[in-house]
Structures are given as structure tokens and as C-alpha cells.
């Protein structure tokens, strides 16, 4: 029996950059004034220290100082979702542990990368990350970064935990992903900003949006249209963004790179990405502003 998944975190959630200063530090007040910004124009919630936060490298103790800062500024406006995931499980669990204490109201649970561990070890993996801390947790489908997909039958099984209550898919499996939601009541949000509609539509729960850092209003437009009855204006909303989509998340750069690029050409915080990552060529970056500029128009 399908059933319409409750919302944990909201629906429009903002896999928001890690803003640092020009000199590469943390960048605590950026971070605040982003968060404050995001969740004034619609974003239900924030994702921090994600990839798109650039995770593998700002330490544990940046970490929980970004939850600490940026729950300072949304107060009780958004959920706080922090990333933990890492290669190593005690790791994972530490970082469970430390965010609760900073201050955030759910876990990011990416699969571990590179190690490549067989289903079983992956579902003992959640289940030892989720056992760790009294937050909710979100699983991270995304096998084309860490090698490994979280299959099916595996989310079948981590549903009946009782922390764990949803996944960001992005694993490119329409099919894949409506047998789970059929089944379970987890709830499912797009990773990818392209299927935001095609997701909700067929019951998920709304999107962990990259682009949403720069277009946070329009992203939350889409669903707030559908969600209203007007599935042509909604389609209409994702199509127009898809240039900005492609531009961003499409075109060879990682969706960190250029969404600090554009929120450089908006003088919103972000400021420089941290190696190995390197800013957007002038050419990237000048398609980037004119997508931006052709939908803001």
C-alpha cells in the first residue's frame, strides 16, 4: 500500500555551501547571513556539510562549529540536517554524536566511498550510525561518487529502523526508487535539482537542492505549485530552470564550484572552494551568470 511519506525535515531543503573567507578559513558569520538568507526565500531546511559543503575537507571541529552558527541564525525557522558520512564507521558515529550535541535536528548518512562494502556491511554500517545518536537520519544514495548503490531490497530492510526515515536519491533509478517508496514510508528526496518535480510527483518527499543556493525561491515555487493543483505552471517552473540546472550540475564542474560562483556574482558568502577543487574558469563562469541572468530576468 503506498502511502505519502510525512515530511521529517520539510520539503525544500538547501544542500547549502560552506562559505570560507578569502583566505580559506571558515567564514562563521558568511554562514549565518547564507542560512538567514536561504531560509527567508523557502527553504524548509538546511543540509550542512554535505559534498556540496565540502565535507572532506573542513575538519570535525568546523563541523560542528558551522551547526552551532548556522542554528543560531535560523533558530526554529528550519531544520538542520548535518552531514556525517565518512569511510570509516566510528567515524560516522562520532560525527552522529557531535552534531547532536551542536545543535542539529537530523543526520546526512552518505554510503562509504571507495571501500566499496558488500550489502550487508552497508546495512550494518547505517545501523550502527543510526544506533549512535537520538537524531533521525536521512540515507545518501549517490553510487556514481562513492561506488556503491544502495540497493532496493537494502532500504527495504533499514526502513523498519526507527531512525531512519529517509534518502536522498540520487541514484538514478526511477523504478528502483518507487518500489521502495510503494513499500515503505521512507521519505525520498531528489538529490538531483533535474528531478525535483518528477520525484514529488510521484510521491516523494521534495529535493536536498544544490541550485537552491542561488535560486532557493523558484526551486520552492515548483513544489509549492503542484502542491496547489497547478501541475502545468509547476512544469513550467522546472523546465525554465532547467538551463540553470544543466549550467550548474551538468557541465563538467562539481555543484559546489559553481554554485560559489554565482553566489560570488550575487556578493552573497561563499567566498573560495578548498583543494583539490579549483573556481570556475572565466568561460564556466560566464555561462553560469547567463543562465542566471536569462531565469532572473
Not at 31 to 41: G, K, P
Not at 184 to 209: F, K, M, R
Not at 223 to 246: C, K, P, V, Y
Not at 260 to 270: A, D, M, Q, S, V
Request: glycine share 8%; aromatic share 4%.
Amino acid at each position: 500500500m503506498t502511502t505519502t511519506p510525512t515530511p521529517p525535515f520539510g520539503r525544500a531543503l538547501c544542500a547549502m555551501v560552506t562559505p570560507f573567507t578569502d583566505s580559506g578559513a571558515l567564514d562563521l558569520d558568511g554562514a549565518r547571513r547564507l542560512a538567514d538568507r536561504l531560509v527567508t526565500r523557502g527553504c524548509d531546511g538546511l543540509v550542512l556539510s554535505g559534498t556540496t559543503g565540502e565535507s572532506p575537507t573542513t575538519t570535525d571541529t568546523e563541523k560542528t562549529a558551522l551547526i552551532s552558527a548556522v542554528r543560531e541564525a535560523v533558530g526554529d525557522r528550519a531544520t538542520i540536517v548535518a552531514g556525517v558520512g565518512s569511510a570509516d564507521t566510528r567515524h560516522t558515529a562520532a560525527l552522529a554524536r557531535a552534531a547532536q550535541h551542536a545543535g542539529a535536528d537530523g543526520l546526512l548518512v552518505v554510503t562509504p566511498y571507495y571501500s566499496r562494502p558488500p550489502q550487508d556491511a552497508l546495512e550494518a554500517h547505517f545501523r550502527e550510525v543510526a544506533d549512535a545518536s537520538d537524531l533521525p537520519v536521512m540515507l545518501y544514495d549517490i553510487p556514481a561518487r562513492t561506488g556503491t548503490r544502495v540497493e532496493p531490497a537494502t532500504l527495504l530492510r533499514l526502513a523498519a529502523h526507527p531512525r531512519i526515515v529517509a534518502v536522498k536519491d540520487c541514484a538514478y533509478d526511477l523504478l528502483g526508487t518507487q518500489r521502495v517508496l510503494s513499500r515503505t514510508g521512507l521519505a525520498y528526496y531528489t538529490g538531483c535539482d533535474e528531478y525535483a518535480l518528477a520525484l514529488y510527483a510521484t510521491g516523494g518527499t521534495g529535493y536536498v537542492s544544490t541550485v537552491a543556493n542561488v535560486i532557493p525561491h523558484h526551486m520552492r515555487a515548483i513544489l509549492d505549485a503542484h502542491d496547489a493543483g497547478r501541475t502545468a505552471e509547476a512544469a513550467r517552473l522546472q523546465l525554465r530552470a532547467s538551463e540553470l540546472i544543466e549550467a550548474m550540475m551538468a557541465a563538467g564542474l562539481p555543484g559546489t564550484v559553481t554554485a560559489k560562483t554565482l553566489l560570488h556574482h550575487l556578493g552573497l558568502p561563499g567566498g573560495p572552494v578548498r583543494a583539490p577543487l579549483r573556481p570556475a574558469g572565466r568561460e564556466a563562469a560566464d555561462v553560469l551568470r547567463a543562465a542566471y541572468e536569462r531565469l532572473a530576468a
